[in-house]
């Protein structure tokens, strides 16, 4: 017993040992930072938003340190606010949770560099580990990726989820940042699901800005999480909802929608936005897009999508919508509905003239629909169902946006499905 008791002993030593620096042993795991984010800020060229999640019942301080290669430490306070939700277990049981969102606003910052932060409420026992981003350039040639529909409903279902952003951030690991167009989780309302959605995809989490928009999973039974898990640029018309926003990069101007929100409340904020941006590209970011070859590519609501908004579309000359939802592979390029610029289904650049791209590529997660039937009235340029994850890279330069979708791979290098590319 003596020899066996040893062993346990100097078992249990290496594991202490080898627990990282940032974690006290015997700490209360519920103060934790834990479901980390990073968003874009009102000045998104010199700020950032940064939220994060404890477990504990109690409303505990908000405290983030930031700093730069020069190793000056800016200690800055935020805001705590207790929230109530559930978490739902394998056989749709749910149990009631409470829990305490905290969100930092960082401002000052310099554009094009590299940053790293903890998050806590001022213990040293409570720090995170020390995560980074980076902000956007101002000019030149970068790259964002963009990925949707991770969806899981348990731990174990994420795990494509983990493989995707794993492979993506290792093929564009200077990307500035990660569109996601929605459905990260497939209840919103579910927090076990969220903590699945950041540890799973923590490759991105914690060295990307993230710029989600909502789904429709994301927002069942409400928005409320999912508004407790961002903290979003505010927009600038109060009676729109916090998770309607926009941000620029380099010389792009994104605008990020909502088809969980009443589309005639949004377009007049469209047009104001693109009136008012400088910025040579303009790319829409929603949920439900108007065209896809999935099952709800000519639902009621994907009709409204199209009546609605597929004519501002036109009318602002968007350059490209970046869609989710319907978890298959989807490219047009569009104008009043009619492909544009004389193009095929081999076609994989066009010269912008009047036309805007739409792109749907699949999911990042596991779960895939199969293809509606056709013929499809709006005539892709490229759809198919390979029932492989899917990323997309955006390289943007003066002059293109090149969009380079890959499948991921079972073993060795991911697969290039598809290449888009739209001079101007």
Known sequence: MKKISKTILTMALIILMALPPQIVFG???????????????????????INWITKGSDLTATVLKVWDKTNTVQVINGDSVMKYGYQINDQGETTEVQYVTHRVSVTGLKADTKYYYQCGDGSPENWSNVRSFVTETTKGNYSFLYMTDPQGSTADRFWAWQRTSEHAAQRFPNAKFVVLAGDMVAQGGAEN????????????????????????????????SFSSHFYFPQNP??????????????DVHFMML?????????IGWLREEVRN?????????????????????????????????????????????LQGHDHVFTRAFLYQGQTAGALDAGSQAVHKGQGTLYLLNNTAGGKFHDLAAGPYFFNPLKYGQPYKPMYTGVTVSNKALTFET???????????????????
């Open 27 to 49: 700490a209360d795991t519920s103060l934790q930072p834990i479901d980390i984010s990073v968003t874009f800020s009102n000045n998104s060229s010199i700020g950032r938003n």
């Open 193 to 224: 699901q969220w903590d699945s959605f950041f540890q799973s995809g923590n490759m991105l989490a914690s060295t990307y800005t993230l710029a989600p928009v909502i789904g429709n999973h994301d927002g069942n039974p409400s928005p409320n």
């Open 237 to 250: 018309n109060p009676a729109l909802p916090n998770y309607m926003y926009s941000f620029n990069c380099g």
């Open 258 to 266: 909502s088809t969980e929100t009443a589309l005639d409340d949004q």
């Open 277 to 321: 941006s400088k910025k040579k590209w303009n790319i829409v970011v929603l949920h439900k897009g108007p065209y896809s070859v999935g099952l709800h590519y000519n639902n009621q609501e994907s009709t409204a999508i199209r009546s609605k908004l597929v004519p501002v579309f036109d009318e602002l000359s968007i350059d490209a919508v």
């Open 406 to 424: 890959f499948m991921i791979s079972d073993t060795g290098a991911d697969e290039l499905y598809d290449v888009f590319t739209i001079y101007k």
